[in-house]
């Protein structure tokens, strides 16, 4: 896992967050709900591709198969 990934989850979340507010803003809580809940479903897709590399390196290391 690389600073550079943090760096990438902590920047979709800067954007959603604006997003949001901006959304709030001008009343449209709908869009800014959904706009929340496809940040949050992209950075867990992230988080779960990092954990599958996770698994590949610990059956690597310990050569399970």
Do not use: C, H, S, W
């Amino acid at each position: 896992m690389n600073v550079d990934f943090i760096f990438r989850i902590a920047g979709i979340g800067i954007i959603v967050a604006v997003l949001n507010l901006v959304l709030a803003r001008a009343e449209r809580p709908e869009q800014a709900m959904m706009t929340t809940l496809a940040g949050v479903i992209v950075v867990l897709m992230m988080i779960v591709a990092e954990i599958g590399n996770l698994f590949e390196t610990v059956k690597t290391v310990f050569g399970l198969y």
